[in-house]
């Protein structure tokens, strides 16, 4: 079945780049999406990219998705402490299922 | 402003009650979704349905139900609540075109 696959932990200093990677095994993914969840809370979508894109750039973050691999990752650039979250991976397709199948999530830990 | 609200953010239970848990959203989404999400496991989709009365099992039903009688209110029922039902569950709701599922704040159940 669909398989969404992350690295649990991440750790980086303040002002450096983090990037967080995902792989997926579903090669119909119409979207894949990054979410943050802060402590606490639900989740927040932060970007999405279409499966025919390879870049998407918004601010601070850079989604590339590689197709051939099926490999995603998002960097958030100058990394701030606010960015402190879990970040999870999710794929969805249009086929009609309306299923989104979400990643085990990364923790990013950021140190002032 | 888009809304996803949750009936409770935390609720203690006894095994073997049956529980409610109540997700409401204000967007008009045909599409609802129930996940549990547990350390180092991510969000697993309990159940999710596509209209009124529809549902359909995710990855994971098994000791659950669900109720879909309107379109903005899907339910989730744990029948025989148990201690391995301890967990976060987490509503979301979207709409056909599918780009983005919107999330509820969670409910934090301890079965005890």
């Known amino acids: 079945g669909e398989d969404v696959e992350q690295s649990l932990f991440l750790s980086v200093r303040e002002g450096d780049s983090s990037v967080i990677n995902c792989t997926y095994t579903?090669?119909?993914?119409?979207?894949l999406y990054w979410y943050k969840q802060e402590p606490g809370a639900g989740l927040q979508l932060l970007t999405y990219?279409?499966?025919?894109?390879d870049m998407k750039q918004d601010q601070r973050l850079t989604v590339l998705l590689n197709k051939k691999d099926k490999h995603l990752s998002l960097r958030i650039a100058d990394t701030q402490t606010g960015d402190s979250a879990i970040y999870f991976c999710?794929?969805?397709?249009?086929?009609?299922?309306?299923?989104?199948?979400f990643g085990t999530g990364t923790r990013l830990k950021v140190l002032a | 402003d888009v809304k996803v609200t949750q009936s409770s953010r935390y609720l203690v239970k006894r095994t073997g009650e049956k529980v409610f848990l109540e997700c409401v959203q204000d967007?008009?989404?045909?599409?609802m979704f129930w996940y549990r999400q547990d350390p180092g496991l991510g969000l697993r989709l309990i159940y999710f349905?596509?209209?009124?009365?529809?549902?359909e099992k995710g990855d994971i039903p098994e000791g659950y139900s669900v109720s879909r009688e309107k379109k903005e209110r899907f339910s989730l029922i744990l029948e025989s609540a148990s201690t391995n039902q301890t967990s976060m569950y987490l509503c979301?709701?979207?709409?056909?075109?599918?780009?983005?599922?919107?999330f509820g704040q969670g409910t934090r159940l301890t079965v005890v």
């Open positions: 579903d090669s119909s993914s119409t979207y």
């Open positions: 999710a794929e969805s397709d249009t086929s009609g299922t309306y299923k989104y199948i």
């Open positions: 979301a709701s979207s709409s056909q075109t599918n780009t983005e599922a919107f």
């Open positions: 967007m008009d989404h045909e599409n």
């Open positions: 349905s596509y209209d009124v009365k529809m549902k």
């Open positions: 990219i279409f499966s025919n894109m």
